[in-house]
């Protein structure tokens, strides 16, 4: 019965991560969650934010954004020549290919060298998804 309810939870995580989701459709599946079981451990969440983000993510555009190891893929992105280079000088080791609209970001790594993870990825994401579409109204310029 557990695995049933906690594939309802991804369930209904999943639906809320679209382009019309929200903030507040995310809060009732966490508190649903907490009222079910008792505060939320981080790793739910960061699952919470990671949906929030893929929101963003939704709204601007995207159909692939990722971050595995030390790159980020984001897909389709349209950039100026100009976009191109300010981009690249934020974020060294930055690739644009063109044709695929793809653009490939390397993600940065802690103080021991190793990637970023949990509450630190998230953030560095947020920002990332701010600083490429700095332009597009609907950048969530807050949470960079």
Known sequence: DSERLRLEAYH????ASGERGS???LDAILAELEDRYGAAPEPVKNLIA???LRQQANRLGLKDFN?????????????TESEQVRIASLYLGTKYLQSAQTLLI??????????LRDTAIIQWA???????FSNTESSKNDQA
């Open 50 to 52: 990671v949906t929030e």
């Open 23 to 25: 903030r507040a459709q």
């Open 12 to 15: 209904k995580l999943s639906a």
């Open 67 to 79: 971050v595995l190891g030390l790159q980020a893929k984001l897909q389709p992105v349209d950039l």
């Open 106 to 115: 390397t993600a940065p790594r802690d103080e021991n060298f190793e990637p």
């Open 126 to 132: 947020w920002g990332l998804l701010a600083k490429v």
